[in-house]
Structures are given as structure tokens and as C-alpha cells.
């Protein structure tokens, strides 16, 4: 019995820290997807300018809100352009960004096949 | 026959590649926001700069009437250098400087309004930077001007003569 509340007390204390941590790897999951953008090459999370700072404040409040991930990237992409986000969404201008690697690995893969498989059953 | 052509298909992907990130090159990477379309102003609520009074930002802005709104801080250089052109806009009669401090230490703001002039009707805090984000805006100092509720000048750093100029004649 005395075991039992034991590793009960030790669980709830696991399983607070756990949905603590959830919550910041969602805030800092986000940050790191969007670019500072007058600190180039650096993402908010990375950043200290005072520019990353307001944004970092404003992701940890609209999750507070009860925004989704989503909703906050739609929010600022809104405000400032699809510049800010890293993972750009796939559309009209980004549909060549997006198809390359699978059109190089197909052309790829077929060159292969052709070079090597190909030459190998003529062979035989 | 085919084999000849994997030569051929593998050239013509490397020049057009080639082409591609050669052009790429002279490309800009440095941000430049989109100022060429009018936008609808945002709505949030602020607070004066001097009283704790908080007020929503649709009783700010009234229609027919010209807004520039200026977001400034004292300890930004480019906004000390730009005063002057706010002051020669404040003569403007159909035209109302609103200011936003920006993440500021209200003593020093005073201190940087009573050496340079205040050319603002009204100011308002933005402690944390969260209303220049409503704005769109990524730094100081940041210039829009307003008509009708909507965004008609964007002006990303100091003004200039240039700029002043543009305005005058967009608010005649």
C-alpha cells in the first residue's frame, strides 16, 4: 500500500512535467518554423532581436488563446507573406519546389534502370 | 539509339538547372514586405501613453479623414533622424500623426519628446511589440499611412524627403 501511493505521487509528477513539456515543444516547434526577418538565416526560435522576441510573445499568447498551430502560421503569414513561414505550403508557386525531388528520383531511378537492369537482361 | 539519349536528357537538365540557380543568384534574399496592395487596418486595443486608459483601435480611425501612423522608440536612431520630417508633416492640415512607442521606457520617450518636439495627436503604447506585428510591420521606425480604414503607404524606415514629398501629394 505504501509503495502503491508512492508510485502513484512519482506518476503524477511524470505526467505533469510531460504535458508541460507537449506545450513547449509546440511553442518551440512553431518558432522554429518561422524565419526572423531582419536577422536572416536565423528562425525566431534562434533569434533575440526584438523582432523574434514580440513574435515569441505572441505564439506563446495565441496558444494560450487557443489558437492551432496552423491558425497561428495563417495569422502571420497574413501579416507579413509566405516569407515567414520555412515550410512553404504547396501551391501554384511552389508546386516545382515541392515535385522536384520526386520528378530527380524518378528520372534518376529510370536512368539506373535503364543503364544497368536493362543491359543485364539483354545479357542473358 | 537510347543510350545516346541519357547523355542528352542528363546535359539538358544540368543547363536548365544551371540557369535556374543562375538566376537565382541575383535574386534578392533580403526581405522586402508587399507595399504595393491597400490593405484593411487592423483591429486591436492599445492604451494611451501617458494614462492607463485602453482604447480600441475603430475609435482611432475615422473615415475621410488622413492618418499617418509612425512607429517609433527613443532609443532608435533612424526615428530621431526622421523627426523632422514628421514635424514638417504635422503642418499638414487634413493630415494626423499617431504615434506607437515602440517596446520603450516611458521616461526616456518624454525625454525624446520634449528635446525633439511632438509632432503626434496621439500615442500609444506597444510594450511588447505585439501591435507592430498586428501592423505588419518588423521594426522601427515603420510609417503607414491610413484613408478610409485601409492602408494606402507603407514606409519601411526613416522617411525622407522623397517620401514626405509623396505623401503631400497623395493627401491633396
Redesign the interface.
Given at each position: 500500500m505504501k509503495y502503491l501511493r508512492f508510485f502513484t505521487i512519482i506518476f503524477f509528477i511524470f505526467v505533469s512535467q510531460i504535458s508541460n513539456a507537449l506545450e513547449n515543444n509546440l511553442e518551440i516547434k512553431i518558432t522554429k518554423n518561422l524565419?526572423c526577418?531582419?536577422c536572416?538565416g536565423q528562425s525566431v526560435h534562434d533569434s533575440d532581436s526584438?523582432?523574434a522576441?514580440?513574435?515569441k510573445?505572441?505564439v506563446s499568447?495565441k496558444l494560450d488563446e487557443g489558437f492551432t498551430e496552423k491558425e497561428i502560421y495563417s495569422f502571420?503569414k497574413d501579416?507579413?507573406?509566405e516569407?515567414i513561414l520555412y515550410n512553404p505550403e504547396f501551391n501554384k508557386n511552389t508546386y516545382f519546389l515541392w515535385l522536384l525531388p520526386i520528378l530527380m528520383f524518378l528520372?534518376g531511378g529510370a536512368?539506373i534502370y535503364?543503364?544497368f537492369i536493362f543491359k543485364k537482361k539483354k545479357l542473358y | 539509339m537510347k543510350i545516346k539519349s541519357v547523355p542528352l536528357i542528363v546535359s539538358l537538365l544540368f543547363i536548365t538547372f544551371f540557369i535556374i540557380f543562375f538566376k537565382g543568384l541575383k535574386n534578392s534574399n533580403i526581405y522586402v514586405p508587399n507595399i504595393n496592395y491597400e490593405k484593411e487596418i487592423p483591429s486591436f486595443t492599445t492604451q494611451f501613453f501617458d494614462t492607463n486608459i485602453k482604447i480600441n483601435s475603430d475609435e482611432i480611425f475615422k473615415e475621410d479623414y488622413y492618418y499617418l501612423i509612425n512607429i517609433w522608440s527613443s532609443w532608435c536612431l533612424p526615428c530621431r533622424e526622421e523627426h523632422r520630417f514628421l514635424m514638417e508633416l504635422n503642418n499638414e492640415n487634413n493630415l494626423k500623426i499617431i504615434g506607437f512607442n515602440y517596446k520603450d521606457n516611458i521616461k526616456d520617450a518624454k525625454k525624446f519628446l520634449d528635446e525633439l518636439k511632438n509632432p503626434y495627436s496621439k500615442i500609444f503604447l506597444d510594450k511588447d511589440g505585439l501591435i507592430a506585428i498586428e501592423w505588419g510591420a518588423y521594426g522601427v521606425p515603420e510609417s503607414f499611412l491610413i484613408y478610409n480604414k485601409k492602408i494606402i503607404k507603407k514606409v519601411i524606415g526613416p522617411l525622407n524627403t522623397n517620401f514626405v514629398d509623396e505623401i503631400k501629394r497623395l493627401i491633396k
Open positions: 524565419r526577418l531582419i536572416q526584438e523582432f522576441n514580440s513574435i510573445t505572441l499568447q502571420l501579416k507579413y507573406g516569407w528520372l536512368i535503364k543503364l | -
